[in-house]
């Protein structure tokens, strides 16, 4: 069976927007506009898995819709909205809570590593978090999701939950009309040179809203003299930069700042060593200063100039949710006669 060509993805409004996020995530939100039909969701039911204060959870939604619309998201062509003003995200992720296996869940590495070892006192929505994922993705019969490489594990689980709806009620989705396959697999769309930024800290570990240290990250709302200072201070060694990418191996936070350039710079690593190769760290730290505050500062500008206008910003999310919605109700309503449910 085949569908039509539709991609989704989220954002969640848990502040610190950062380097990471943009990359591996918002270039290909954007990117993705001029060849398919996009909805891109602030996910707050997904933010709310740990706690949120609540005035930070509504700062924060504004604030990735305003990160959004000045990456370039044109919210009028798309769909731009929160995920909590569509009430379809969560009677799916129920629907799914039945359809998958606890044997599935206990294997999701960011579970684990988000519940630590006080696993006891961790949410019952953190753990089901890959559920409301997969909802997310199918109650739009989504086709591709753009991705960072984090997200790989929870895309696969989620082909893995419409594998089995589509087994388990094969006879009513038949008979319902729908063919073999009510859901699509969605593909995760994880390409490029930034799928995992890491951390300016530690080049073992991934870049992170939640890290402690803000020199870790470069968040979309730095000023160019933060930029400077974090890029400046990023941990590197003491060997100058190679010729070949073969000479990365083993160099983790050389490789991170090659593979931030060439992300930004829109090349691939082996072009940006052919520029650097042989170069120390500080002339290539310049380099790599100039370019991201000539690619990040105009957003960041924008930005936070877009989330003073909170009117501006909640109609965008608003009248996007009232659009996901007509798509999202046309699946629930199909997906309640498919399970048997009685409605109006
Ligand atoms: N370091 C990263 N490199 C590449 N892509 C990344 N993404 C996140 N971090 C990196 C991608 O950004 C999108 C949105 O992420 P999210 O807001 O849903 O949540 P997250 O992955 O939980 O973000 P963080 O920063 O890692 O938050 P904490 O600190 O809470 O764990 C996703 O597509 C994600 O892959």
Redesign the pocket.
């Known amino acids: 069976m085949s569908f039509k060509e539709l991609v989704f ?6 502040g ?11 270039v290909k939100f954007v990117d993705l506009q001029k060849t398919h039909d996009c909805i891109y969701c602030v ?1 707050d039911l ?1 933010a709310i898995t ?1 706690w949120q204060d609540p005035a930070e959870l509504t700062k924060a939604t504004r604030e ?1 819709t305003a990160a959004f619309i000045a990456s370039g998201i044109d919210p009028k062509k798309h769909i731009v909205f929160n995920q909590s003003q569509v009430s379809g995200h969560a009677e799916l992720a129920w629907i799914f809570n039945c359809v998958a296996r606890l044997g599935w869940l206990n294997r999701m590495t ?1 579970f684990k ?2 519940a630590g070892k006080d696993r006891e006192n961790a949410s019952l929505g953190l753990y089901a978090y890959p559920s409301l994922m997969a909802a997310d993705i199918l109650v739009y019969r989504a086709t591709h999701v ?6 790989k594990q929870h895309l696969e689980l989620a082909r893995d939950i419409a594998q089995k709806f589509n087994n388990d009620f094969a006879a009513t989705i038949s008979s319902h009309g729908f063919g073999e396959a009510f859901f699509p697999q969605p593909e995760p769309l994880i390409q490029g040179p ?6 300016l800290r530690d080049g073992s570990k ?6 402690p240290s803000d020199y870790s ?1 470069i968040n979309l709302t730095d000023d160019a003299d933060s930029i400077a200072q974090k890029v400046r201070k990023a941990k590197t060694d003491p060997e100058p930069l190679p010729s070949e990418e073969e000479g990365l191996k083993a160099r983790p936070e050389a490789d991170n700042l090659v593979g931030i350039f060439a992300a930004l710079a829109d090349k691939s690593r082996a072009d940006v060593l052919k520029d650097f190769g042989g170069a120390q760290f500080s002339s290539f730290k310049n380099a790599l200063v100039d370019l991201s505050v000539t690619k990040l500062g105009p957003i960041g500008s924008e930005m936070k100039r877009l989330v003073q206008d909170h009117a501006y910003i909640d109609s965008v999310l608003t009248d996007g949710a009232d659009r996901a919605r007509v798509i999202a109700d046309k699946t629930m309503n199909a997906v309640k006669d498919i399970v048997g449910f009685v409605r109006k």
Do not use: C
């Open positions: 993805s989220g954002v969640q409004p848990t610190n927007l950062h380097l990471g996020n943009y990359l591996g995530a918002i996910v997904h740990v990735v960011q590593e988000k753009p991705v960072g490489e984090d997200q930034a799928t995992r930024v890491m951390s991934k870049m992170s809203k939640s890290d990250r």
